[in-house]
């Protein structure tokens, strides 16, 4: 088959989606598919830009700074998604026929675009569905139901209407559908983030030495810094533990909350915690192989939940995991049932006081923690898995090849 997948991120970006597709791109490949990634660039010169990367055919289309921009600006440049991509890629599409659309969520975006290329090639389309936008933000108390709330319902709708499939990524995102949805008839199932079997070889960076981290226990998050992540949660632990000199907190990513953190941080005077700015892939990966704790923490307003893409990363180099999570989260009871990391809820600073405490004072918990990650991975997020669940319901041959490997780790 032909397949079109279409995300806001593509490499060398260190955002998490990313790398899923890259992966999942490869993985189509490895199974004699031809995978064409399309996505937004503020950084080609012309209006698209074609390249073979990796063994993947890349269509960057310029749109403009979307992630880091100010509020207004992204919001325009997403609006106007899907028509900046028919106009600028229409030659290209009417050229290079797909069979299987794939679109990924976050953007709520692209639903006009798939529905163009749906008609225009007469094909289906699945959704990767990671972010329920806007719902999300509303619980966070940063939008009110009214105009601008309607519009983005309204694409979200739309969203959902131009899949054929719609890949959940928790069984609590069932709910979500079945309580706020009920008249609708969407075909949804719950497909989970995924990642290759083997983590890429990365040669020591040293950033230990580099950073003066010698001899310390590093907490590591790297990804998105807005409001959905309260990232306060993180710099209270911080100052809680700031006469336990043989911790560090390191942070590394981008978002609207950063500028406010680094005041924080500069006013409390913390030096045990410390953000750096985003980094490529490769050098990300390279980070993650030599810190210790890998970190989660989201907002506790946020009633839709979601499984952290950056989890995949702590797992595939065997890092234990500190979650502070959202009320409702059934990513706390799959990490605590495998032994894969210790989670608390957010808001309950006690307790996760407590499982940093135990993370970083016991190494030998720290690596069976770790081992029992790796493991956990290898059951449920194995990407050859996502890849078969996704062809299965257009490749009616491969079903029963699918429900055998699901069978076995189930």
Same mark, same amino acid.
Request: hydrophobic residues 40%.
């Given at each position: 088959?032909?397949?079109?997948?279409?995300?806001?991120?593509?490499?060398?970006?260190?955002?998490? +989606?990313?790398?899923?597709?890259? =992966?999942?791109?490869?993985?189509?490949?490895?199974?004699?598919?031809?995978?064409?990634?399309?996505?937004?660039?503020?950084?080609?010169?012309?209006?698209? *830009?074609?390249?073979?990367?990796?063994?993947?055919?890349?269509?960057?289309?310029?749109?403009?700074?979307?992630?880091?921009?100010?509020?207004?600006?992204?919001?325009?440049? *997403?609006?106007?998604? +899907?028509?900046?991509?028919?106009?600028?890629?229409?030659?290209?599409?009417?050229?290079?026929?797909?069979?299987?659309?794939?679109?990924?969520?976050?953007?709520?975006?692209?639903?006009?675009?798939?529905?163009?290329?749906?008609?225009?090639?007469?094909?289906?389309?699945?959704?990767?569905?990671? =972010?329920?936008?806007?719902?999300?933000?509303?619980?966070?108390?940063?939008?009110?139901?009214?105009?601008?709330?309607?519009?983005?319902?309204?694409?979200?709708?739309?969203?959902?209407?131009?899949?054929?499939?719609?890949?959940?990524?928790?069984?609590?995102?069932?709910?979500?559908?079945?309580?706020?949805?009920?008249?609708?008839?969407?075909?949804? !199932?719950?497909?989970?983030?995924?990642?290759?079997? *083997?983590?890429?070889?990365?040669?020591?960076?040293?950033?230990?030495?580099?950073?003066?981290?010698?001899?310390?226990?590093?907490?590591?998050?790297?990804?998105?810094?807005?409001?959905?992540?309260?990232? =306060?949660?993180?710099?209270?632990?911080?100052?809680?533990?700031?006469?336990?000199?043989?911790?560090? %907190?390191?942070?590394?990513?981008?978002?609207?909350?950063?500028?406010?953190?680094?005041?924080?941080?500069?006013?409390?005077?913390?030096?045990?915690?410390?953000?750096?700015?985003?980094?490529?892939?490769?050098?990300?990966?390279?980070?993650?192989? !030599?810190?210790?704790?890998?970190?989660?923490?989201? =907002?506790?307003?946020?009633?839709?939940?979601?499984?952290?893409?950056?989890?995949?990363?702590?797992?595939?180099?065997?890092?234990?995991?500190?979650?502070?999570?959202?009320?409702?989260?059934?990513?706390?009871?799959?990490?605590?049932?495998?032994?894969?990391?210790?989670?608390?809820?957010?808001?309950?600073?006690?307790?996760?006081?407590?499982?940093?405490?135990?993370?970083?004072?016991?190494?030998?918990?720290?690596?069976?923690?770790?081992?029992?990650?790796?493991?956990?991975?290898?059951?449920? %997020?194995?990407?050859?898995? +996502?890849?078969?669940?996704?062809?299965?319901?257009?490749?009616?041959?491969?079903?029963?090849?699918?429900?055998?490997?699901?069978?076995?780790?189930?």
């Amino acid at each position: 088959m032909r397949i079109l997948i279409i995300g806001v991120y593509y490499l060398p970006s260190s955002e998490a +989606s990313a790398k899923l597709i890259h =992966d999942l791109g490869k993985e189509f490949q490895r199974q004699n598919h031809d995978v064409t990634v399309l996505t937004p660039s503020e950084s080609i010169s012309q209006n698209v *830009e074609v390249t073979q990367e990796d063994g993947l055919q890349v269509v960057r289309v310029r749109t403009g700074q979307i992630k880091g921009a100010s509020r207004i600006p992204r919001a325009w440049r *997403e609006i106007r998604l +899907s028509a900046t991509l028919w106009q600028k890629g229409k030659k290209f599409f009417q050229e290079h026929p797909h069979d299987l659309v794939i679109f990924y969520s976050p953007s709520i975006f692209f639903g006009p675009l798939v529905s163009k290329l749906k008609a225009l090639w007469h094909c289906p389309a699945y959704l990767i569905l990671r =972010d329920i936008f806007p719902q999300w933000v509303v619980d966070m108390g940063m939008l009110k139901k009214g105009l601008v709330w309607a519009y983005f319902r309204w694409m979200e709708l739309r969203q959902y209407a131009a899949a054929n499939i719609i890949g959940v990524q928790s069984p609590a995102n069932l709910r979500y559908f079945a309580e706020q949805l009920p008249e609708k008839n969407y075909n949804l !199932e719950v497909l989970y983030n995924w990642t290759t079997d *083997e983590p890429p070889a990365m040669p020591s960076r040293n950033y230990r030495e580099q950073l003066g981290l010698q001899d310390k226990v590093v907490f590591f998050y790297g990804g998105n810094i807005g409001v959905a992540q309260d990232m =306060d949660n993180i710099l209270r632990l911080a100052e809680r533990l700031r006469d336990q000199p043989h911790l560090y %907190f390191l942070l590394v990513g981008a978002g609207t909350e950063v500028e406010r953190l680094q005041q924080l941080i500069q006013g409390k005077k913390l030096t045990n915690i410390r953000l750096l700015p985003p980094v490529g892939q490769e050098e990300y990966l390279a980070m993650l192989a !030599e810190f210790d704790v890998g970190l989660i923490s989201l =907002d506790r307003r946020m009633k839709t939940q979601n499984y952290p893409g950056k989890i995949l990363g702590y797992m595939s180099a065997s890092k234990p995991i500190l979650g502070s999570i959202n009320p409702g989260n059934d990513l706390s009871e799959m990490l605590e049932e495998n032994v894969a990391g210790l989670c608390s809820m957010n808001g309950d600073d006690q307790t996760l006081y407590e499982n940093a405490l135990k993370m970083a004072n016991d190494p030998l918990y720290r690596r069976r923690v770790g081992e029992n990650a790796r493991q956990l991975l290898d059951r449920y %997020f194995s990407v050859a898995v +996502s890849a078969n669940q996704i062809l299965r319901h257009f490749q009616p041959a491969r079903a029963k090849r699918y429900e055998k490997v699901t069978s076995s780790i189930g």
